[in-house]
Each structure stands twice: as structure tokens, then as C-alpha cells.
């Protein structure tokens, strides 16, 4: 594998120069995780106020309102590509970046490429499918999910990954692309190890904006 460093995402040059600035206190991977979780306890309408405040208490008020510029961006990000009705997976874009060139272990996360994605999208789901339960049981950063629902809306996915950081991207995603859905951390092929469940989008229609439950058992 090639050592060549990765570029910045060219959407995410601001959301990278922002982030930088809390590399000189803090480690830049705990940060990232750190940013998944605040974004999902945003979007959570009060239901994870415990957990935003213990994430929080590393950081100063400067740093919070960087937080809340890098959250600016994001949704900025988002929005660009819903208005030329794109899906698009800014952290995961971003996750390869920052695990390709700065994590200590030098091991990078990479995930299918989004033209890929479309690919097989397109050739395991009609645009006709809709309504359906739908399995993603190694979801990375979701992009699978996204590149499924770009074609057929209207179907409820059960997503699982081992990784954390995945599982808050995924949930992440999916919320802000408006796709039902629920997102476990755990082992898949065991089928245990459950260390987060989060709910996606139950009332988008009534709430008319993305929200997040986060519960730590699966039962709803």
C-alpha cells in the first residue's frame, strides 16, 4: 500500500482548516470522535443532554464554538449536495483523510468508493423497491445505504458495525439524508458485543428535520 499522502476532500477544505486548530491541545482522532458524537446529541431533542456535557468537558469555550462552525460546514456540505440531488458522505471522506495521514498507527480506513457504490446499488435494487427491511450488516460510513435509497426511497434499514466511529458516521448520514433506519455497534457474525444502538429519522415526516435517538439496547 502506498504511503502517498491522501488529499483534503475539496468540500472539506474550510471544515479541515477549521478542524486543525485543535491540533495543538488535542489528539486529532479523539477530536473527530468527539465531533460524531456531538453532532448525533444535537440531533437528539434532548435526549442525550448527559452525554453532550461529558463529551464537552475537555474543551474550552473557544473550542466549542470551533465545534459548532465545523457543524456549520458539514450541514453546508449537506446541502450543496441535496440541491443537486446528490448523496455524499463528507465524514467518511474525511475519516479516509484523517486515518490515512495522521492516525499514530499509520493504518488507514478505507471505504467503497461512491462511484462503486452506485454500481452495485444499481444492480441489487429496483427503483420500484420500496417499503422493504433492508440489511447493511458492514456499513463503514453507510455509503452503501446512500447509494441504495438515491434509487429506491421509502425502505427501513437495519445497519451494524463494529467500529463506533463507523456506526456514529453511518447514523450520522443516513439522518441528514432523511432514511429511516437504526445503526448498531456490535460484532455481526457473533451477533453480540452491542455497544450503541442509534434510531434514525422515526418521525422525519412529523418532525420534518433529521433527529437521532441513541439508546444503548436495541428495543425501541
Not at 477530536?31 to 453532532?39: A, H, N, Q, R, S
Not at 498507527?105 to 427491511?133: V, W
Not at 435509497?149 to 463494529?162: L, S, T, W
Request: a negative charge; aromatic letters at 14%; proline letters at 5%.
Amino acid at each position: 500500500m502506498s504511503n502517498k499522502a491522501l488529499p483534503v476532500p475539496q468540500e472539506l477544505k474550510e471544515f479541515n482548516s477549521c478542524f486543525f486548530e485543535f491540533e495543538y491541545k488535542h489528539d486529532l482522532n479523539r477530536v473527530f470522535e468527539d465531533f460524531l458524537t456531538i453532532v448525533i446529541c444535537c440531533y437528539g431533542f434532548g435526549t442525550n443532554e448527559d452525554l453532550y456535557f461529558e463529551t464537552i468537558k475537555p474543551y474550552s469555550k473557544e473550542e466549542l464554538n470551533k465545534f459548532a462552525k465545523l457543524l456549520a460546514l458539514l450541514m453546508g456540505a449537506y446541502g450543496e449536495a441535496h440541491a443537486k440531488n446528490e448523496w455524499i458522505d463528507p465524514l467518511g471522506n474525511y475519516y479516509e483523510f484523517l486515518t490515512g495521514n495522521y492516525k499514530k498507527s499509520r493504518l488507514g480506513q478505507y471505504f467503497t468508493p461512491p462511484e462503486l457504490c452506485d454500481m452495485m446499488a444499481q444492480m441489487i435494487i429496483e427503483p420500484n423497491d420500496f417499503g422493504k427491511k433492508v440489511g447493511e450488516p458492514c456499513s463503514g460510513s453507510g455509503r452503501m445505504v446512500l447509494a441504495a435509497d438515491h434509487i429506491a426511497k421509502g425502505n427501513y434499514y437495519v445497519c451494524q458495525d463494529k467500529d463506533l466511529i463507523c456506526a456514529k458516521m453511518t447514523a450520522i448520514n443516513l439522518a441528514m439524508h432523511g432514511i429511516k433506519a437504526e445503526v448498531h455497534c456490535m460484532d455481526t457474525i457473533r451477533m453480540n458485543d452491542l455497544r450503541a444502538s442509534y434510531y434514525i429519522n422515526y418521525e422525519y415526516w412529523k418532525l420534518k428535520t433529521p433527529h437521532i435517538v441513541q439508546k444503548k439496547s436495541p428495543s425501541y
